[in-house]
């Protein structure tokens, strides 16, 4: 968020708020809820009070899933309404990259509720904030 001020000193203010909320969202379905599932048993026994330890693993995983569709429809949104203005390709592709990192894992998540696929729904969902800003710099280059 701050890095908005270093850009500019007086952003738009449903901008920030927009930024916000993506980068909550993405935290909460692609990094959060995962870590937890992958300790789901360990947050149980000391009594965390974890999305999944308190909800299940198919809540969370639903959970997870809910928040990263909103994260890439949001991510693509803010590139769109950027002051970059990004051409038509660009944001599909911003799409695109929510889709490979964020939506099928967490679609495979949601089938299958486990250790395994919440570290593989961390780990992808880990490079998506890095592919939109590599989105944003071929925006700046082309």
Known sequence: MAAVFAVDSHPFGLYLLGLFCWLFIWEVGGQNVPADLTDMQTDRESRAQTIPSRFGSVRASRTA?????????????????????PSGYLVLLSLVSG??????????????????????????????????FAIAIAGIAG
């Open 65 to 85: 899933a809910a928040a990263l569709a909103g994260s890439a429809v949001l991510g693509s949104l803010l590139l769109h309404f950027s002051a970059l203005h």
């Open 99 to 132: 889709l490979v990192l964020l939506l099928i894992p967490a679609v495979r998540l949601c089938r299958c509720p486990d250790r395994k696929h919440a570290m593989a729904l961390f780990n992808r969902a880990s490079y998506y904030p890095l592919s939109l």
